[in-house]
């Protein structure tokens, strides 16, 4: 069954993702675009795109403002429109879904959404410091509550909830390094074993190490149409079916309930509802793993397993490639890496590539219909998208 | 008329800030303490854990805020917390932010407070192997004011003896 596309995806890029040493965010951006613009013979970039939007987290990074300009300067896209949205890591989300509603809105015919950040280049505490300046500063900054520490307490409480174990958060670090090694675009292209996670040194107790995402510099770009002219640009467009967002305190300590993430429930009840599909439709996702708790905690509040069976889903390797329903081929944000501004859109060309039979050796097999979640600060954005191969 | 009332309530609460200063409390046109991070810092340093009541709903927030999140009401009064509750979850941080290295690795959590608001913090004097999700914790205050800004004097938890 096809569904009503709202937008069509016709070309993506990414950067490859790591430590990009001496390469700054709008030189990463550009990288990425050159791969959308290549992919796209039938797409004249200066007569065809009308706007650029772009995520990008932070200023404090490599100390520059102002990068939808900037972006737009170093493609050579100059002077059409260009904006800049904001949402912590889920920066590049939000970009995805105001470029859709430009579209919608019949503004534009034709834009690039992408998003990219640089982080390599600071120690791994001033990097974690940046981080944190998504969580509320007045109660949680102030007091020592360091970024991982805000997932280190959602993880307590799900551990004590529903009897979680530090193993089961280990094989989402396995399971994302296992697929990370099968895409040469990954920060990571290596396996680990689980007493590799089990036995790194501890960060914000129970997560450890090798719980956690790492620092890293990337962007990621998609070139975005109206479903009504896709095919002028490509014969597999990749049509967005579902979009939703929702928004929750800064603050963790002022929710109901810290096991369960109510953006990605509200935002995931908006797209399903839009896509008229259910969880079990799903193919392929990628999910918002910053620290491994986010992975389980995703699973269930996505619907892909009952609340508290997180970790019963990765035991019984459902969210492997070959599985039920693999997650995070990519790597996710744990082995392909979390540059923060180039997530969202990096998800959404992970299901580019699947859904386009482009994704090589991480390939799912047949799948047809995808979706990202991705997580802003401690869930205080949330983004869901649909995505249903066009062709 | 209802509306445009409370945001003529808005405007003044916040025309007011940085205006008036008494006993380091900032005030509004009829002198009253004005429900902001700021005032509720001033609080913790006559150690005295502080929240405000909604006039229209009843709903007590802690820490405070101009506008009600359940019903959005802008008329409030101070209330005094006992600071004792319990633990909601916590964690222990070993990779902390740059300003607190020397005490690393030490325990943060959420404490759920007796009248019902929760708050997050430091857990001081407790042995790590103690933290319990569950346990019974207090308020307590430190006695220095930071140097640096925006130098609010800071306050944590201990068990509750």
């Known amino acids: 069954m096809t569904r009503k596309p709202i937008a069509s995806i016709v070309s993506a890029g990414i950067s490859k993702f790591g430590a990009r040493e001496g390469l700054y965010c709008r030189e990463l951006f550009a990288e990425a675009a050159k791969e959308a613009f290549d992919g796209c013979p039938n797409l004249d970039p200066r007569r065809d795109i009308q706007a650029l939007f772009v995520g990008m987290m932070s200023e404090a990074y490599e100390h520059q403002a102002h990068v939808a300009p900037l972006f737009l300067d170093w493609i050579g896209l100059l002077p059409i429109p260009a904006f800049r949205t904001e949402g912590a890591c889920a920066s590049s989300s939000v970009a995805l879904r105001t470029a859709i509603f430009s579209i919608a809105s019949g503004a534009f015919d034709v834009v690039l959404v992408g998003g990219a950040e640089k982080m390599t280049h600071l120690s791994t505490t001033g990097v974690t410091e940046i981080l944190g300046m998504a969580s509320d500063f007045a109660f949680e900054q102030w007091h020592g509550i360091s970024f991982p520490g805000i997932f280190g307490m959602i993880a307590v409480d799900h551990i004590h909830k529903y009897g979680t174990t530090e193993e089961q958060l280990a094989k989402v670090a396995v399971k994302n390094h296992e697929h990370g090694a099968l895409n040469p675009k990954a920060h990571f292209q290596k396996r680990i074993s689980i007493d590799d996670v089990l036995s790194s040194r501890p960060v914000a107790w129970p997560l450890k190490l090798y719980d956690c995402c790492p620092r890293s510099d990337g962007a990621s770009c998609l070139i975005l149409t109206s479903p009504s002219i896709a095919k002028k640009f490509t014969d597999t467009p990749v049509n967005i079916i579902g979009t939703g967002q929702a928004q929750d305190t800064l603050g963790l300590f002022e929710r109901d309930d810290f096991s369960s993430m109510k953006v990605t429930k509200l935002a995931a009840e908006q797209a399903y509802k839009m896509a008229a599909i259910e969880p079990d439709d799903i193919h392929v996702a990628e999910l918002h793993d910053c620290f491994t708790i986010a992975e389980l905690i995703a699973y269930e509040d996505l619907g892909f397993c009952k609340p508290g069976q997180g970790g019963r889903l990765i035991d019984e390797g459902a969210t492997y490639l070959g599985g039920k329903i693999p997650v995070n081929t990519s790597g996710g944000l744990k082995a392909k890496g979390h540059p923060v501004g180039a997530t969202g859109t990096a998800q959404a060309y992970e299901m580019y590539m699947q859904l386009t039979n482009q994704a090589g050796k991480r390939q799912v097999a047949g799948a047809e219909i995808g979706l990202t979640e991705n997580l802003g600060g401690s869930a205080s954005t949330g983004v869901v998208h649909v995505y249903q191969r066009g062709d | ?161």
Request: proline fraction near 7%; charge should be negative; include cysteine.
């Open chain 2, 1 to 161: 008329m209802f509306i445009s009332e409370e945001i003529k309530g808005m405007k003044t609460a916040i025309s007011t800030i940085a205006s008036n200063d008494h006993n380091g409390f900032i005030l509004d046109d009829e002198g009253r303490i004005v429900p902001t991070i700021e005032n509720f810092y001033k609080y913790c340093a006559g150690h005295k854990l502080m929240g405000t009541k909604c006039v229209k709903c009843h709903t007590l927030t802690c820490p405070p805020r101009g506008i009600c999140h359940k019903c959005l009401g802008t008329e409030y009064e101070w209330v005094e917390l006992a600071g004792r509750g319990v633990l909601l979850t916590y964690t222990v941080i070993h990779f902390p932010p740059t300003q607190f290295q020397a005490l690393a690795p030490y325990a943060v959590g959420i404490v759920r407070l007796d009248e019902g608001p929760n708050l997050p913090g430091m857990i001081r004097e407790i042995n790590l192997a103690d933290l319990k999700i569950g346990i019974s914790l207090e308020i307590d205050f430190e006695s220095t004011i930071p140097e640096e800004w925006p130098k609010w004097p800071r306050y944590f938890f201990k068990p509750r003896i």
